[in-house]
């Protein structure tokens, strides 16, 4: 069973810095990509910023140039750089990751529970 365990979330001010991690557990064959999503209250979950196997990157446009996705293979962590944060950046932000478990075998996608980020104006 793979387990994905969000930290890093709680209240910043308007411009202030928050890290993001995201722990990923269990048996996984491959993962093709990972990435953060958010969900403020009343608006659908949207993508934020995701990396893919090899190192590709793509942002959501409000967040270019103040987010920084990046990854650790070896601890099996994900991490998103949030600068610059704005009230609008507020939400619950959850970590996916797609992978499969076995070779040859289908594409899974799997969410963390999610941590909850405050920009205060």
């Known amino acids: 069973q793979v387990q994905l365990v969000e930290s890093g979330g709680g209240l910043v001010e308007v411009g202030g810095s928050l890290r993001l991690s995201c722990a990923a557990s269990?048996?996984?064959?491959?993962?093709?990509?990972m990435g953060w999503y958010r969900q403020a209250p009343g608006k659908q979950r949207e993508l934020v910023a995701a990396?893919?196997?090899?190192?590709?990157?793509n942002y959501a446009d409000s967040v270019k140039g103040r987010f920084t996705i990046s990854r650790d293979n070896a601890k099996m962590t994900l991490y998103l750089q949030m600068n610059s944060l704005k009230p609008e950046d507020s939400g619950v932000y959850y970590c996916?990751?797609?992978?499969?478990?076995?070779?040859?075998?289908?594409?899974?996608?799997?969410w963390g529970q999610g941590t909850q980020v405050t920009v205060s104006s």
């Open positions: 269990g048996s996984l064959f491959s993962i093709n990509a």
């Open positions: 996916n990751l797609r992978g499969t478990r076995f070779p040859g075998g289908h594409e899974n996608a799997y």
């Open positions: 990396i893919t196997s090899a190192d590709s990157t």
